[in-house]
């Protein structure tokens, strides 16, 4: 025998029909025959790249300083220059290239247009031949161009020394004028490329969401007397070392200091 099903009290219930025609109870809506106890959902566990990481001592940050000064006592920028203003340009056409590639390009460019002058008496059909070979050439020539007129126009063709007033040249940011300062005129300015923002979240050295945010805590932990050479020990970190894909944590001077949850020693 079928059995009753109790509604209930003061609950409603819906009448309908069986296959075979008779009438049968059907449960109240939002009901079951059968009530299920509740169970809690289960905390989120955090993943270790999700954990917060212990900042750095300032004993840690020395360390690390102190080991990568002795590795490499003179670090060098990639891009190759002659002068403020060959520099200048090449950090402009750095932008979303190697500077493998900005190299190739700008020595036979550099050979024959040293100067803001040279430069705008080439043109920009001209430059633009010489650096078709790097990403958004097209763009990158006008603002050589428009930048060697501005140089002659309001600083008497010699590259400013200021941040503010370099970041009023066509084409130039925030980082083109920290590395134009640092490598030309040795301010203790920190440049944060990519490579530089990969190290600083990666390592916990200096986390940020954005590259002022990188720049100005990597200047805040980092002693005074490392940082002429801090940006570019960085960058050469992240280009060789604590690569994007496949960081070389085996080899890397830091690893001990490091506090990527997911490093390999």
């Known amino acids: 025998m079928a059995k009753t099903l109790k509604a209930p009290a003061g609950a409603k219930i819906a009448v309908g029909k069986s296959q075979a ?4 109870a059907k449960p109240p809506v939002g009901k079951t025959s059968v009530d299920r106890p509740k ?3 289960k905390a989120k566990t955090e993943s270790k790249s999700e954990a917060k990481t212990k900042p750095w001592s300032a004993a840690e940050v020395r360390e690390a300083f102190t080991r990568f000064a002795k590795a490499n006592p003179e670090p060098k920028g990639e891009l190759e220059h002659l002068n403020p203003f060959t520099l200048l340009v090449a950090v402009v056409l750095s932008a979303q290239a190697t500077d493998a590639g900005v190299n190739k390009a700008t020595r036979a460019l550099f050979a024959v247009a040293d100067t803001p002058q040279k430069m705008l008496d080439l043109g920009e059909d001209t430059v633009r031949d010489y650096i078709k070979s ?9 603002n050589v161009i428009a930048l060697s007129h501005k140089l002659i126009a ?7 020394r200021s941040r503010a007033e370099l970041e009023t040249l066509p084409g130039a940011g925030r980082k083109t004028a920290n590395v134009v300062l640092n490598m030309a005129f040795g301010e203790r300015t920190m440049a944060v490329d990519t490579h530089v923002f ?3 979240n990666r390592t916990g050295l200096a986390p940020g969401d954005t590259p002022l945010a990188v720049e100005l805590g990597l200047e805040k932990v980092i002693p005074t ?3 002429l050479h801090a940006h570019h020990w960085l960058i050469l970190h992240g280009r060789y070392t604590c690569l994007a894909r496949k960081p070389r944590c085996e080899v890397c001077l830091i690893n001990d200091l490091c506090r990527w949850p997911e490093k390999t020693v």
């Open 21 to 24: 025609g008779k009438a049968v």
């Open 39 to 41: 169970t809690k959902p």
């Open 134 to 142: 790097i990403g958004l050439y097209r763009t990158k020539a006008k």
């Open 154 to 160: 309001e600083f008497g063709g010699e590259v400013p």
């Open 198 to 200: 990969r190290v600083a």
């Open 225 to 227: 007397e490392f940082m």
